[in-house]
Every structure is written in structure tokens, then in C-alpha cells.
């Protein structure tokens, strides 16, 4: 039997609360309070009877009901509740309702017992505990808001504080021994007494010394209260003062933080942005920052101690408590070193991670002349990130062939042996970026030898065997070479030498490199240095993640500079920094680029990017890449192709004419003459210059908000380019036929037709004023204007009005055909079989990336131009180009990927529309095949646009791994246009991110 400790305070928090019935409660609440009660709902409650009270007016109250013993902390709490209400606090606390008699608290009897009672205001809001994801944001808010509500308690006084209760710190130590025997779980006991054995002495040392003041000591996650507004959810209240004491400052967050980690994957990203916000509000000593994670540690003990004893006693206590969520933190915190968890806290807090760490990385990048060599060979580095090109060519989705990749690539080095660098994300199974408790750990956090099996390995330095196979290293080696300066140096992959305690000697003999290795590579050695001891480490970490790398690099540094004279080696450094500085440099100021941190890519395979990172990227953006990034048959038939020939089109081979034939092919008959050009813009550029001459007409007609490129010609026919220096004369916009924001709506079957007639009355207007245009340009759908999906209905009278009048149609397919729109294989067949234009324009997709374009006009129509002289573009349709795509318009019919964009963009739209039933965000979504919008609104009655949202959804999507970008004149909505092998399983990523992302607001 476990030897019983007797705990006053424990018998308290077990001893129930009062059970007045609720006859009783409601003669309480006419009696004393005046309330007729409409409805009376219990609450869950540690020591008070709680009841949720709504009277004949629709106002809320709680009704608290506790025994006699208590009087004293109810009215120390609810002094302190009236001296919150007169000051701003920033948030709603309960107000104190007062009696008949205008007293605070009163004592009332029930049979043979006293009662205390008192009444509160209700605080609404939904508590912390439901919210399931809680953005970096919220918990922003959390931290400020606790450290707000800490200055304000701060400055209370009262004469007559409460006697320290169960869940004092103080009394931390009483609580886990009376609650350690009563555990069931060995794993839960085990942690438990590990966390009792190394953090309560800190405690009891230190606590003490700590600044005091008022705190409410009981911020869990139900008594904070959140409200979800536009952004997202943001803290409205907080409830229970009940445990309101004087105490050590920090505890209050303390609490807060231990409660909020429970549940999470990464409970350190937690505690660190709670900390960096309160921290912020509520300044605290770097003494107080210190115990920190030592007192979450704590306090999580207790918790799962004590419900774990309430739970074999079978006695009361706060239901909610009891969740294995608690528990489980509780073991995690065990695994988790004080200098860590610390570290954490510190870096969050704008402090030095671990200070000690300068003093060594100082000696060592000083004394680095003076290191013995490793081993014998020469060192030479190997690239084993993202960017090494031993992984050119292979496919990133297979860690299978990468680390055979990097086997042959490292063991062909003859003459030098290779070392793997520090800080480098390697490349061997990429990840999905991610944020959080899922963002992937690539960083490697030392350097890797590797050298063949039994090759020698010398220390470096002199120092003393700490000992061997201590936290899966297998030599660990201390150094002191001057004063202040105290590490360790750790080698993993080593058949050891050397036994404790022995000194050894710079270049002394080490080991030997071991044959075995179970990660797929060659054999070497991993070397690393460590700040601190091993002692509380199960496991020293090999791979962290990007965001943690300051504090990993505090405690785990650089070792490179060990290879001393050898150091032909260099730790692995980002190129973005350098890539934007070039751009600024020698780049247009105008030239954008993605995302306001943009991403250095280096790769690319089918639906997915990799930045330099080695993250990947669903990409959902990027129209160009047709049939995927990297599609090894392009890259083949390209290569094939450059090796053999690469010319201009003045010479004659025969993969342009095949070419084509097939292009014409796969347009209405008619359409036969090809113009091969180098940009969409050319090909539009080429087109209008066509329809001005043979017209001698000027002006063109439009869709307003459109684009078709960048040469003058065709700026000045995009609104979206014009709108910034002005509207040429000759340019005229029509109405976007938008069904969501025009006059003309989903709901009105003759959209089309109304939007065409405002079409042919501008070419009316204009002949009348004797100007009748020369051109009428279009897309099939409109990218710039947001994604708009044209009007069934909408093309055919135009093109029958321009017939009429002798104007050219003008179908821009450079976004939009080669079958992305599913239905058809150019978009301007979506509109029936009659809209044949006279010019189709073709480039982006063309060429799956490779620059190639092409107008594509009727023979009669090109013969009549044939007077301006000769057509001639150096490198349009030269050989490579003509043969990717040829190769591209076979991958399209032979992977089916036509019927793919159809039958997959339809499946992701309607995932995406019932996402709209569960986000107001969600205006509107629309699209045809693989071309889609997502329209973000404000307010769905008044359609306003919520055009900074959407950016950062944007951001947000990027940190989260998927590519996706705004578009149209507000900005607000979602321009999806993946490529066409985008599957089901890849729509259900995007929408479970777009969901998650909503869901948790910002």
C-alpha cells in the first residue's frame, strides 16, 4: 500500500463542492438577488456549486454557491474583480452583482450549513479548450492579453490575501508526493518523478528570489475566453478568479503556458510565443524567464499527477482536467532538457538562447589553425542539398533513388574524402513545407566524415573522455582549453578506442570509422559540439528544424572549424539573401517577385516545387508548366534534340513542318498558317499588327481588366497594364461579363447574351463616330479581371456582329488552351462550335516553360499580309523548341490529361464551394477545367472585397507548402491554375490547407 501523506489542500480540492438543489438556487436568486430565473444550467467547478443563470430579461449570470472556509479568498477575489472593472484592461472579466442589499457576498442557510453566495456578470465567448487550431496569432493575443491582465492585478492590494492553496507552487512539492504513489501508469510515473527530481530544486532554490504580486494563477485554457472575428479568433474574456493570490509574477504564465501546450506536437513553439508576448506586456526579469520552463514542467506534473490520483481514489475534482492530453505533455516535458526548454524561451524573448555558447564559438573560430587533423585524406565538401547536383535528374518523390543519388556521388570521390555540411537541409526525403507542430526537421546539425570503414580518426584537440554511447553518441569528449570556455565534442559512427576518463591528446587516436550504417549512405562519422552536458538528453538531435536553428545552433555549434588546416569545408549557407540583393541590384525595381519573403526554387517535378530548402510546394499556381515540372520526357526529347540541332527557322528540318501540322491539326479547319514566335506577347503583338493593316483600321476592342502582354502594342490594349499611364484613344473596353459582381448574375439565363450586347454596341458607337475597330481581342477566360468564366452564349453574337462589320476576332489562348479548360481543347470552344476567330494566339503552356509561342491564322489572311515583306523570328519554332512540343501535345493525348483537368477541376471546385458553407470569408468560386477563382469577400451582402486577406491566405498557403496567388482588380481572388495532372489526391490537399488556414484565422 503507498504510504499516505496528508495534505490539507488536497483534502480541500476533494471535498466537493456545496449541492444546493435547484429549488434552492433559484429562492437564492428571487430572495437575494431579485432574478426570476428562466433557466438554470450547472458548471463545473473545483470548490463553488457554479450555476449559469438567465433571467426573465435575457441577461446571463453565474451564481456561485461555496462553503464558509472559503469566505476570506471570495472576498479577496471579489475586491480584486471590482478594482479590474474600473480599469481598462482590454478585455471582459466578470463584474460583481450586488444583493438586495447591496452587499457583495452573503452568507445563506441551507438546513444545517452556512453558505457563502455572490453573483457574477457571464463572460461569453467560446473557450480557449474548443478552439482546435489556434494560430501563431491567437496565441499572440493569449501572451499579450495575460500580460496585460498581469499589470492590472499587479497593482491590487488587499488587506486580508487568501491562504496558499492546492495548486500553489510552493506547494508543488507536497502534491506530487502524495501524488506519485497513487500513479498507475509506469510511463506517467516514471516522467513525473523525472520532472519532480530535476526541476523541483530549481524551484525551491530559486522561487523565492522572484518579484510577487497579485496573479490569477488559473489561466488554463477554460478560463480564456475567445471570440472569432473577421481575422480570426482574438481573446475576449477571462473567468475564474477564484484562485487569485498573491504569488511569483511568472507563475501566472506559468500556468497559461502548461495548459496551452497540452495537445501539441511542438509544445516549445507554444511556450515560446505565449512568453515572447507576455514578455512584451508585462516585462519580466531574466531571472523570472529562466525559471520559466522549469515551472511549466512543474506545474504539468501536478496536473497529471493529481488526476491521475483523483482518478485511482475516485474522488472529486475539476472534470476537464482529467485529459490525456495533460498526461501526455507531462512525458514529453521529462524528455525535454532545462537548457533547452530555456533556450526556447530566451530566443523567443529577443534574449541570447544560451550565453554560454558565445564564449566557445569564439575560442573555437579563433584556435582553428592550431586542430589536428581528422583523418589522414584530404577533405573535399559534397552538396547533399536541394541544390547538389548529384540529384540532378532524379525524381524528388523517391528517397529511394535520392540516397542512392548521394551513395554514388559520395563514394565517388577517389582521391578526397567528402564531408556532409553543417546546417544543410539535405535533400533525401524532401518534405512538404510546414509550419508549426508539422514543419519538417532537415537541418543537419553537424558535419558527416566520409571516410571509408576502419579509416582512423584523431581528435582534434586535447580533452577527456566524458564517456561512451551516452544519448546515441558514441564518444563524447570534453574540453576546457581556457577559462570560461567549457564544450564537448561528439562523434557518432565511430568504433571507439578510447575508455572514460581517459585524456587524450591532440591527434590522438579516437577510433575507427564503423562499417554499419542503417540510413542507405556510406559509412563516416558525424561530428558535432555541444554547449552543454548530455546528461538530461536521451538523444542528441541530427536534423532540427529551419525555424528553431537559432537556439539548436547555440547549443549544438558549428564544428567546422575542427577540420582546422583541412578546412577546405564551409558550413551550408542560403543563396536568397544574395539571389534578391541581385535582382535589386540589376533587375527593374518593377520586376516582382512571389510572396513578400520570396523563395529560392532550384527543382521542380510534376505538381511539385522544391525550394533550396528542400521543402516542397504543391504547386497550384503555376499555368506554364503544362504537364508538370520536369516531365522527363520533355527534358529527354529536349536534350535529344539540342544535341543534334538547334538552329533558325531560315534553314529547313523537319521537326518544324511536323510540328505544325499537328498544331493546325488540333484547330477548327481554316486555321492552317502558323507564325512560330518567342512570347505570347509577340504572337498578340503579331496579330494586332495584322488586323491593323489589312483593316487600315486602329481601334480595338476589349474585355475590360484584361492583359495580353508586355510589347507596346499590346500594353496598350490591356487594361490592366494601361490603367497605370493611361488609356490609348484607340482602345476601347467592353463590361467584364461577371456573374458574381456584374448587373447580369448566375441566376439569369440570357448573362451571355445581355453581356454581348453591350460588346456589339460599342462597335456600333464607334462606326458611328466613323472609326470602326479593326479588332475584337478576347480570352476564353478572363485571368486579370479575377477569373472570370465567360457566359454560355457570350461569344457567338460578338463574332457574329464582327463578321458583319469586317472586324477580326482575336482568341488569346495563352493562359487558357492546350486543353486546360477540360471541355474543350482551346477555350474559345467552350462557347460553341460557331466561334471560330480569325487569329489564335498560343505561348506559356506551349512550350511546358520553354519559351515558344505561336499566332495561328487563315491562309487568305496571312496571304494579304504577305505584303508587308518577310515574317522572320530567330528562334521561333526553332528545332528544340518544335520537338518539346511535339512531345508535350503527345503527353497530353496519351496521359489523358485533357479529361483530367475536366473531371479533377471539377471535383476540386466543389470541394472548394463546400468549404464556402463553413468560411463567410468564401465569396464565390468559379472556373472552367484547370483554371479557377476563389473570390474572397467581407461581406457576402455587399460583395465588399477583401483583397489583404487574400494576400495573406497567399502567405499563409506558401508557409504551409502550396503555391496559390491573387488576381483581379481588387486582388481577392484565388488564381488556381495547377498542372494538368493535378489529382484528386493533390485537390484535397490544397483544400484541406485553404480549410485549415481559415479555420485558424491570423
Known amino acids: 500500500m503507498p504510504v499516505q501523506i496528508s495534505d490539507e489542500r488536497y483534502e480541500r480540492i476533494t471535498a466537493g463542492a456545496p449541492k444546493p438543489t435547484d429549488a434552492f438556487v433559484r429562492a437564492i436568486l428571487r430572495d437575494q438577488y431579485g432574478v426570476q430565473a428562466v433557466s438554470c444550467r450547472p458548471l463545473a467547478g473545483e470548490t463553488d456549486h457554479n450555476t449559469h443563470v438567465v433571467d426573465d430579461t435575457g441577461a446571463h449570470y453565474v451564481l456561485k454557491v461555496a462553503g464558509p472556509q472559503d469566505r476570506r479568498a471570495i472576498e479577496f477575489q471579489l475586491a480584486l474583480l471590482r478594482q479590474l472593472a474600473e480599469r481598462e484592461v482590454g478585455l471582459q472579466v466578470p463584474r460583481v452583482v450586488e444583493d438586495q442589499s447591496g452587499a457583495l457576498v452573503t452568507t445563506v442557510h441551507d438546513g444545517d450549513q452556512d453558505l457563502v453566495v455572490r453573483m457574477l456578470t457571464w463572460v461569453s465567448g467560446t473557450p480557449l479548450a474548443e478552439v482546435r487550431r489556434r494560430s501563431a496569432e491567437l496565441l499572440t493575443d493569449i501572451g499579450a492579453t495575460a500580460g496585460r491582465l498581469a499589470v492590472a492585478t499587479a497593482a491590487f ?39 519532480r527530481e530535476r526541476h523541483l530544486p530549481m524551484l525551491e532554490e530559486s522561487l523565492p528570489r522572484l518579484p510577487t504580486a497579485v496573479v490569477h494563477h488559473d489561466l488554463n485554457v477554460f478560463n480564456v475566453l475567445v471570440r472569432r472575428n473577421d481575422d480570426g479568433y482574438r481573446v475576449s474574456g477571462v473567468i475564474d478568479f477564484g484562485d487569485a493570490l498573491p504569488a511569483p509574477r511568472v507563475t501566472d504564465l506559468a500556468v497559461l503556458a502548461s495548459s496551452a501546450m497540452r495537445g501539441s506536437l511542438r509544445p516549445l513553439t507554444v511556450a515560446g510565443t505565449l512568453a515572447a508576448a507576455y514578455h512584451k506586456a508585462c516585462p519580466l526579469e531574466e531571472a523570472e524567464l529562466d525559471l520559466l520552463f522549469p515551472l511549466i514542467a512543474i506545474r504539468s506534473a501536478t496536473v497529471a499527477a493529481t488526476t491521475a490520483r483523483l482518478t485511482a481514489e475516485q474522488r472529486h475534482g475539476d472534470p476537464r482536467h482529467r485529459s490525456r492530453a495533460a498526461i501526455e505533455l ?42 589536428a587533423p581528422l583523418v589522414a585524406e584530404q577533405l573535399v565538401p559534397v552538396d547533399l542539398s536541394a541544390s547538389g547536383a548529384l540529384f540532378d535528374g532524379i525524381d524528388p ?98 568504433s571507439v578506442e578510447v575508455s572514460a576518463g581517459a585524456r587524450v591528446a591532440p591527434h590522438g587516436l579516437l577510433g575507427h570509422v564503423a562499417a554499419d550504417t542503417d540510413d542507405r549512405l556510406p559509412p563516416r562519422v558525424r561530428i558535432q559540439i555541444a554547449t552543454v552536458p548530455l546528461g538530461e538528453w536521451s538523444a542528441v538531435p541530427i536534423a532540427v528544424t529551419h525555424s528553431d536553428r537559432g537556439v539548436w545552433e547555440a547549443l549544438f555549434p558549428d564544428p567546422t572549424p575542427l577540420l582546422g588546416a583541412q578546412r577546405a569545408v564551409a558550413p551550408w549557407t542560403p543563396v536568397i539573401h544574395r539571389a534578391v540583393q541581385g535582382r535589386r541590384a540589376h533587375l527593374p525595381s518593377t520586376h516582382p517577385t512571389y510572396f513578400s519573403t520570396p523563395i529560392a526554387m532550384v527543382s521542380g517535378r510534376d505538381c511539385r516545387l522544391y525550394d533550396e530548402q528542400g521543402r516542397s510546394y504543391l504547386d497550384a499556381l503555376n499555368n506554364v508548366t503544362l504537364v508538370g515540372h520536369s516531365h522527363p520526357r520533355l527534358v529527354k526529347a529536349a536534350s535529344r534534340q539540342l544535341g543534334r540541332l538547334n538552329t533558325n527557322s531560315r534553314f529547313v528540318y523537319d521537326v518544324l513542318s511536323e510540328y505544325a501540322e499537328r498544331l493546325t491539326a488540333m484547330l ?19 496579330a494586332l499588327r495584322m488586323a491593323r493593316y489589312l483593316t487600315g483600321r486602329d481601334d480595338v476592342v476589349v474585355i475590360d481588366d484584361a492583359y495580353h502582354g508586355y510589347t507596346s502594342a499590346v500594353a496598350d490594349v490591356s487594361p490592366s497594364r494601361y490603367r497605370h499611364y493611361g488609356k490609348p484613344d484607340t482602345t476601347h473596353p467592353t463590361p467584364v461579363p461577371d456573374r458574381y459582381r456584374g448587373p447580369y448574375g448566375y441566376d439569369d439565363p440570357e448573362a451571355g447574351a445581355r453581356y454581348a450586347r453591350q460588346v456589339i454596341g460599342t462597335f456600333d458607337r464607334l462606326a458611328g463616330e466613323g472609326r470602326m475597330p479593326a479588332a475584337y481581342l478576347f480570352e476564353a477566360l478572363l485571368a486579370g479581371a479575377g477569373q472570370i468564366v465567360l457566359p454560355p452564349g457570350y461569344l457567338a453574337p460578338i463574332f457574329a456582329a464582327a463578321a458583319e462589320r469586317g472586324i477580326f476576332t482575336i482568341a488569346d489562348e495563352v493562359q487558357v488552351g492546350f486543353g486546360r479548360l477540360g471541355e474543350a481543347f482551346w477555350g474559345f470552344q467552350t462557347q460553341g462550335p460557331e466561334t471560330v476567330p480569325d487569329f489564335v494566339t498560343m505561348g506559356k503552356a506551349m512550350g511546358n516553360g520553354f519559351p515558344m509561342a505561336a499566332l495561328v491564322t487563315r491562309r487568305e489572311i496571312s496571304q494579304a499580309f504577305d505584303a508587308t515583306g518577310r515574317f522572320f523570328s530567330t528562334y521561333g519554332g526553332n528545332p528544340v523548341a518544335c520537338a518539346i512540343g511535339l512531345e508535350l501535345l503527345d503527353i497530353l493525348e496519351e496521359e489523358q490529361l485533357q479529361h483530367n483537368a475536366l473531371s479533377v477541376g471539377q471535383y476540386l471546385r466543389d470541394q472548394l464551394a463546400e468549404l464556402a458553407g463553413r468560411h463567410e470569408l468564401i465569396g464565390d468560386v468559379r472556373g472552367q477545367g484547370f483554371y479557377s477563382g476563389v473570390e474572397f469577400v467581407r461581406d457576402r451582402h455587399t460583395r465588399e472585397p477583401a483583397g489583404e486577406e487574400t494576400l495573406i491566405v497567399c502567405e499563409r498557403f506558401k508557409d504551409e507548402g502550396v503555391l496559390v496567388y491573387p488576381t483581379g482588380p481588387f486582388w481577392n481572388v484565388l488564381k488556381l491554375k495547377p498542372p494538368l495532372m493535378f489529382s484528386r489526391a493533390h485537390a484535397d490537399e490544397f483544400t484541406a490547407t485553404l480549410d485549415e488556414i481559415l479555420e485558424a484565422g491570423w
Open 157 to 195: 492590494e488587499h488587506p486580508g490575501p487568501p491562504s496558499p492553496h492546492y495548486w500553489h507552487f510552493a506547494h508543488a512539492g507536497t502534491a506530487l508526493a502524495g501524488s506519485i504513489p497513487r500513479i498507475e501508469d509506469p510511463h506517467l510515473r516514471e516522467a513525473v518523478e523525472r520532472l
Open 330 to 371: 507531462a512525458v514529453v516535458l521529462a524528455d525535454l532538457p532545462v537548457v533547452l526548454g530555456t533556450a526556447v524561451i530566451r530566443q523567443a524573448c529577443g534574449l541570447d538562447p544560451h550565453p554560454p555558447a558565445t564564449s566557445v564559438t569564439r575560442w573555437i573560430g579563433a584556435d582553428t589553425a592550431s586542430m
Open 397 to 494: 518523390r523517391d528517397p529511394e533513388a535520392l540516397h542512392a543519388a548521394a551513395r554514388t556521388g559520395i563514394l565517388g570521390h577517389d582521391t578526397a574524402t567528402p564531408v556532409g555540411r553543417y546546417g544543410e537541409p539535405r535533400f533525401l526525403t524532401p518534405c512538404r513545407r510546414r509550419t508549426g507542430e508539422q514543419e519538417p526537421d532537415n537541418v543537419h546539425l553537424g558535419i558527416d566524415v566520409f571516410a571509408a570503414a576502419g579509416t582512423a580518426v584523431h581528435a582534434p584537440l586535447a580533452g577527456v573522455v566524458e564517456g561512451t554511447g551516452i544519448a546515441g553518441v558514441d564518444l563524447v569528449l570534453r574540453h576546457e582549453p581556457a577559462e570560461g570556455v567549457d564544450f564537448r565534442t561528439l562523434y557518432t559512427g565511430l
Open 668 to 686: 477548327p479547319d481554316g486555321l492552317d498558317v502558323v507564325y512560330f514566335v518567342n512570347s505570347g506577347s509577340e504572337a498578340n503583338d503579331l
